[in-house]
């Protein structure tokens, strides 16, 4: 449970049970019972209540930085997936550019008019963007995974290429980026906070 800040501390009862009985000037007493409550001074009780506040508020401060870095790091793994289906896109393209180009090289070495060396460049070219194309995939899967765990979702839940990225930027000065990271930055509010 938790105590209002500025709630007096719960009182406290206790008892005493004396197995011989314990002579006292009243007479034998075989039991002491004693309620005791607490009361601190109205300033003490009002600065614990301003420091709890205060740890709440920095909570919260931390709560939307954390916010605010999820939300970055869900916006990076998202581009990050469209760069590289660009690039599995790109990939894909340039080894059919090469596919042809040695189709052609081998059609004219049998006539006569190219040499080896031209296939075996291209096959080499193929070869070369077969392992980019892997080792582009890996990071598909990878990027994928993360995002998906960004998103609390399991790691292999399918997740489309994005075909598009809509990015709006609109011109800032450095005074109004400084005055906007000053306003919406949570660490900075959880250190004002935290100086108090």
């Known amino acids: 449970k938790v105590r209002y800040a500025d709630a007096l501390p719960d009182p406290q009862v206790g008892t005493n049970i004396f197995s011989h009985p314990i002579e006292t000037a009243a007479g034998a ?7 005791s409550q607490m009361i601190p001074w109205l300033h003490r009780l009002e600065a614990q209540a301003q420091q709890a506040a205060c740890e709440a508020m920095s909570l919260e401060q931390i709560w939307r930085a954390e916010r605010l870095k999820t939300i970055a790091e869900v916006k990076a793994a998202y581009d ?7 690039e599995l896109a ?15 090289a081998t ?7 190219a040499q080896q060396g031209d296939v075996l460049l291209g096959t080499l070219e193929l070869s070369r963007l077969e392992e980019s194309r892997v080792m582009l995939e890996q990071r598909l899967t990878a990027t994928r995974a993360r995002l998906n765990q960004l998103l609390d979702r399991p790691a292999d839940s399918p997740l489309q290429v994005p075909q598009s ?12 980026l400084r005055q906007l990271a000053l306003e919406r930055q949570p660490e900075i509010a959880w250190a004002q906070v935290r100086e108090r």
Request: proline share 2%; glycine share 6%.
């Open 165 to 176: 990225r809509s990015v709006g930027y609109e011109p800032l000065d450095y005074d109004m």
């Open 29 to 35: 007493q075989r039991a002491n019972l004693t309620v």
């Open 90 to 104: 790109a990939n894909e393209a340039n080894a059919e550019l090469v596919k042809r180009l040695t189709n052609t």
């Open 80 to 86: 990050r997936l469209y760069v590289i289906g660009q």
């Open 107 to 113: 059609a004219q070495i049998q006539t006569g008019v």
